[in-house]
């Protein structure tokens, strides 16, 4: 017994307790009317008010229509010098393109928005002697995107970009379930006492 109200009573404090800031998730698509479509999650970092910091996540191109590009599955790629500071992704040898910048930053709200230098992804299902096929999103203004993958503009400007943000714990709701364990703890802890249990 002693051992159980312990065990309740650690994880009701460490529930309590307010949580770290947690990374942010959202959910993205990408789309063109020539048929170009992508989806995928976004790893953020708040870094201000209205503007987080890509460092990671995944990316699913299901159709590129009929660009030339490829479909696979791949991963989104951090800044390794920071969200907001351009970083250049240099194309593996013979893949027939050019060196890809990224800032990866997004803008979410009601119109989320990528810059003019988006981010940089890798479509890992793509081996071979130049690695996987790399690629970037970016946005050319307001409700206009463009996708380049490989040596191939895979859709210009008129595409969409839409990130939604994926639901994660609220502090106060762990607050609430950290109090009602505690709060179990203490019964538990009474009922033994007053039934004569040695601890």
Not at 37 to 42: E, K
Not at 89 to 115: V, W
Not at 126 to 141: E, F, H
Request: aromatic content about 12%; charged content about 10%; glycine content about 16%.
């Amino acid at each position: 017994m002693k051992k159980f109200c312990l065990a309740l009573f650690a994880m009701a404090v460490a529930l309590a307790i307010t949580p770290a800031a947690l990374a942010d998730m959202f959910t993205f698509t990408y789309s063109d009317g020539n048929g170009v479509t992508a989806t995928g999650t976004l790893t953020t970092a708040l870094i201000s008010p209205g503007e987080y910091g890509i460092t990671g996540g995944t990316i699913d191109i299901t159709s590129v229509g009929t660009t030339g590009g490829y479909t696979g599955t791949g991963i989104v790629l951090p800044d390794p010098n920071g969200a907001g500071n351009e970083w250049t992704y240099a194309e593996p040898p013979n893949s027939g393109g050019a060196d890809y910048t990224a800032d990866n930053l997004l803008f979410p709200g009601s119109n989320p928005q990528l810059d003019g230098d988006g981010f940089n992804f890798d479509l890992t299902s793509y081996t071979g002697p130049a690695g996987g096929i790399p690629g970037n999103i970016w946005g050319n203004g307001s409700d206009n995107y463009t996708m380049l993958e490989g040596a191939y503009y895979i859709s210009d400007s008129g595409a969409s970009f839409d990130a939604t943000p994926v639901p994660t714990p609220e502090p106060s709701s762990l607050l609430l379930l950290g109090t009602g364990l505690l709060g179990l703890a203490f019964v538990a802890f009474r009922r033994a006492k007053a039934s004569g249990l040695t601890f």
